[in-house]
């Protein structure tokens, strides 16, 4: 089952902060998030294991609520670079499936 | 260290033909899956192998098939082409199961249909 990610479409100005939510209706035994750009591959920002542990790298961080079968990507004080389309991808078998993304603009 | 690399980068195809999609995972990587993108429905998952096994299939018509090597390159047919499989092809590579090790994914097939 593909995960649900909320919302569709965000618009940022350049500093502002963006939560992008990720939920899904079976349980989860790692949470993975991508971010694609315009024209090139996904790349890998992170997995999330079962745990609620938060991750992260720089100012982009996640969290994972197994319980609630979801996680949430925190972007923070946004740059130009972070804008494109971010995918969550939950486990299902020995691949992964994806939601249908996340569209972020973030402009000057 | 090379990527993943897909070929070709764009191929132009007519209904009803065949047409065969080509991947290099990362040296060391056994894992290799395939997905195909379109606007409307994301990242679909086609199947995914392991040593030459396919290990998970998705739900696509059995017009969509694949294989992989035994130096883990891997291939995907798709046979009678129809305009609705357009769309960006994606192979991804992992050192073992997706969940665990996550994604490396190539640049990807252009496939249009005519």
Known sequence: QQPVQSPQAVILREGEDAVINCSSSKALYSVHWYRQKHGEAPVFLMILLKGGEQKGHEKISASFNEKKQQSSLYLTASQLSYSGTYFCGTNSGYALNFGKGTSLLVTP | ?114
């Open chain 2, 1 to 114: 260290k090379a990527g993943v690399t897909q070929t070709p980068r764009y191929l132009i195809k007519t209904r009803g033909q065949q047409v065969t999609l080509s991947c290099s995972p990362i040296s060391g990587h056994r894992s290799v899956s395939w997905y195909q993108q379109t606007p409307g429905q994301g990242l679909q998952f086609l199947f995914e192998y392991f040593s030459e096994t396919q290990r998970n299939k998705g739900n696509f018509p059995g017009r969509f098939s694949g294989r992989q090597f035994s130096n883990s390159r891997s291939e995907m047919n798709v046979s009678t082409l129809e305009l609705g499989d357009s769309a960006l092809y994606l192979c991804a590579s992992s050192l073992g199961t997706a969940e665990a090790y996550g994604y490396t994914f190539g640049s990807g097939t252009r496939l249009t249909v005519v």
